[in-house]
């Protein structure tokens, strides 16, 4: 059994929903990243989505854009995202446990190799890869490697996704599907589209997979609004612009960024699991 599928299960049996944090790896430095990634776990994230920087923006909006930029200048390379894995994974006193994958492009996968970058990525200790540019027209061959080495391939749908075409991604997705919740780039919203409970709903009848929330959700109030409805949440750009105003700050004062940084993301998370934990008991 996979990690997600592990994760999810136990987190049916308990009536608890997924809290994933998006964070960019290597911003502002990987160190930073690390730390906060332990203080999302801290705080009660349950698996967490690691970016990895790419020049050419594929559904960012601009907070996520900046910070995929800043890591690039500050020498990010593939590598990186392995041995930040491999650093989480035997952190001393407390290892890094709750599930991590990555969101990668899949240019990178498949320059790297669809086989080498599997293998990299879970001798890294992840457990598999949310690709947003994977058309469902040529994802086969990327499925049948994930599937023979037991890491999971995220897929995504969108609210202009036909419903045929849904089904298709979900035939092809294992691990949990990605619903994105907005038409348009990733971003924080004060509100969320009318009709999201009815489309999730449906989606959630077509699949036994999992199905989680992302882009759009910037507070703890979203956060409740749509834990009723999904398996999991997944919150991006309000981290992503959290990490990089502590880190800034901390600079102007003198202060450690890495710290600053962990603590803003760990009061952030503490606030997220406390909303979401808060509507499944009042639902």
Known sequence: MS??????????KNNRKALMPFVTAGDPDIATTAAVIRAAQNAGADLCEIGVPYSDPIADGPVIQASYQ???DAGFRLKHIFDLGKDLSQSKPTPVTMPRVTMVSYSIIY???MAKYVEQAMEAGYC??????LLVEEAEPLSKVCQAAGFDLI???TPTTTRDRQRRIADLTTGFLYYVSVT????ERSALPSDIVDSVSWLREQTELPVCIGFGISSPETAAQLAPIADGLIVG?????????ATNKAK??????SEAAAKIVEEFCGELRKAIDGALVKS
Do not use: C, N, W, Y
């Open 3 to 12: 990690e997600l599928k592990q994760l999810f299960e136990t987190l049916a």
């Open 155 to 157: 897929q995504l749908v």
């Open 70 to 72: 800043r890591a690039l």
């Open 237 to 245: 750009s309000a981290i992503v612009r959290r990490i990089a105003e």
């Open 184 to 187: 348009g780039i990733t971003g």
């Open 111 to 113: 320059r790297t190799g």
């Open 252 to 257: 102007q004062t003198g202060a450690d960024a």
């Open 128 to 133: 598999g890869a949310i690709v947003p540019d």
